[in-house]
């Protein structure tokens, strides 16, 4: 049996725009190292002005943000000076380390005009070591990430080793995260030797053990358990898990594993010692006055 299910809550981070809160859960805070975890739509934007869904600049430290489309077309700016548009099947990937800034815009009219948006953002807590580390970015193109197919299945490996495949993805820790599509009654087990392993159906449902999970649950599972998992009809879901990097401490936007740390990006953040996007300068989200702050978003 699965350690732990997480049905996925309703989180508004904008006047026209919610999403599907999977991680953090009050009984399961991090699966390896992935500490957050959104998933947008599909959101259909006709008539909706694509600047009343912008994320303005905001700061980041401790943690890799991970974007990954599945539709629509986002641009992202930070304070490193980069601009890069993020397309379906690609992945954009920030290490904010010792500080960072950046925006997520809606920029495209043909792309929003009565078209649909679908995208997941996990974040990545970084170990100790690693914390305090330069910030930088990097966008991975679909043809850099390996892909296999066989028996039904279809597999996009994001990010770290799995089934003995490697992706080009630079990462700080042992991690697997895959996009992976399956036809009705075909079947996957999850990667091994990893500590923590879950999966996310973003569509459609599975049967594990004779039980049924849809879409919008997270399943866990224990490190002892190798489940076959088989789609009971056209499914997508997300694999992901690694090795736990031990407890850390999140607020807004922040992630540590020292709340003295939090505390200094706070009063970093609201007496401007962290640079706003060179790209993008204009405005920006003032730190929350609620010391409990809100619940970080999807492109948080």
């Known amino acids: 049996m699965p350690e732990i299910v997480i049905d996925a809550r309703t989180a508004l981070i904008g006047p026209n725009m919610s999403v599907n809160r999977i991680l953090p859960f009050n009984r399961k805070r991090m699966v390896g190292p992935f500490i957050f975890m959104d998933h947008a739509g599909p959101v259909k934007l006709k008539g ?66 009565g078209g649909e948006l ?89 049967e594990i053990d004779h039980e049924t999970y849809h879409s919008r649950q997270m399943i866990v599972f224990k490190k002892e358990e190798d489940p076959s998992i088989t789609a009971k009809e056209e499914t997508v879901l997300m694999m992901l898990g690694g090795e736990p990097l031990g407890d850390r401490h999140i607020w807004w936007n922040f992630v540590s594993s020292r709340k003295e740390r939090i505390e200094q990006a706070k009063a970093d953040w609201k007496e401007g010692r962290i640079q706003l996007p060179q790209l993008d300068d204009h405005e920006f989200i003032p730190l929350p006055e609620d010391k409990r702050g809100p619940a970080p978003g999807i492109l948080s």
């Open 48 to 113: 909706i002005a694509h600047h009343e869904m912008d994320v303005l600049p905001h700061p980041h430290i401790g943690l890799s943000t991970v974007s990954y489309l599945f539709n629509g077309e986002v641009t992202h700016r930070d304070s490193l000076g980069v601009e890069q548009i993020i397309k379906p099947g690609e992945v954009n990937w920030m290490t904010a380390g010792k500080g960072i800034s950046h925006s997520e815009r809606f920029e495209n009219p043909a792309v929003l005009a």
């Open 118 to 206: 679908e995208m997941l953002q996990t974040w990545v807590a970084l170990p100790e070591k690693d914390e305090e580390s330069d910030p930088a970015f990097k966008n991975y193109k679909q043809n850099e990430l390996p892909v296999v197919t066989d028996n039904g299945l279809w597999m996009r490996l994001i990010a770290g080793n799995a089934f003995g495949v490697k992706s080009n993805v630079s990462t700080h820790s042992p991690l697997f995260y895959m996009h992976v599509s399956l036809t009705t009654f075909s079947k996957i087990n999850l990667p091994q030797n990893y500590t923590e392993r879950a999966i996310y159906i973003v569509k459609g449902s599975v």
